[in-house]
């Protein structure tokens, strides 16, 4: 038994709400947002986003990598977003290990040396969206003309609160 | 200016009808769903989410890629999910180029050398569901009793199917 049916289920009652209806490919706002995969994060109301307005990017932390530039060069390349915010918040999974502990984990659980691969981890919020900020601004795959803002998600309140 | 301000605004409103909770740093259901950064897919009310319910991992395509093996093995080492959904849409924008031709465009706009990068296309969404899924059952990182699902999402009706 899997979950995936109950959501199946759910999403009879989102269809017959969503209608028919044809929205361009094209992001509206021509924003792509960066955040992690945490559960108390629901991006599209935090954000007031409607439907059709913005790229939503997401993987563990909210981190910059080569998957996340892959996907922001299609993004701005292809389908003409020409900005992006990188969201960390409160309270991360990625707070909760460090490389050294999680390979130690993972070779005991999984049998599997993972030994020098970086998962990402962070202490310092704000010090974490500064870095990716600065990731992106370094890559020459991201125009210099592409505004880039960070910011800090408070999972307890909701609250977006900007990072300069 | 940057559509970040705007975001900002909106964020005030929500911040009042969140109020202040702690939900756990563990998902609700135990599953993580894998998806495209699209911006016609508002995921949380597409599946009947929950605030706290589930990790959502979104990049170009919703493809597997070493960033999100990263992520899943970070949702369920660290954070206890047990299940994966991959879900692709119609109408996606890694349907629009191939590696070639977007290896040209960007040595033309960027001045840029990605030549033998795979940026992800594809053409056949549930050819790539199903390649995407055998990607995460054939990972040594990926235990074998967790649950993967593949799906398919309907932009224009909001419909989810379940690819086998």
Do not use: W
Request: charged share 20%; glycine share 6%; hydrophobic share 40%.
């Amino acid at each position: 038994m899997s979950y995936f049916e109950n959501y199946l289920n759910a999403n009879k009652a989102y269809v017959d709400l969503h209608g028919n209806k044809h929205l361009p490919l094209k992001p509206k706002t021509r924003v792509a947002i960066l955040t992690c995969m945490d559960s108390r994060l629901h991006v599209a109301p935090a954000l007031g986003l409607a439907l059709g307005d913005a790229h939503i990017l997401r993987n563990a932390g909210g981190r910059v990598t080569d998957d996340v530039i892959r996907s922001l060069v299609i993004s701005q390349q292809q389908l003409g977003t020409r900005e992006v915010v990188v969201m960390h918040h409160t309270d991360c999974g990625a707070q909760t290990f460090t490389n050294d502990s999680f390979a130690q984990q993972l070779q005991r659980d999984l049998g599997v040396d993972v030994e020098g691969q970086d998962f990402l981890p962070f202490d310092d919020i704000e010090a974490s969206v500064r870095h990716d900020v600065n990731l992106l601004k370094a890559s020459p795959l991201i125009p210099d003309d592409i505004v880039i803002s960070g910011a800090v998600y408070d999972v307890d309140t909701g609250r977006i609160t900007e990072v300069n």
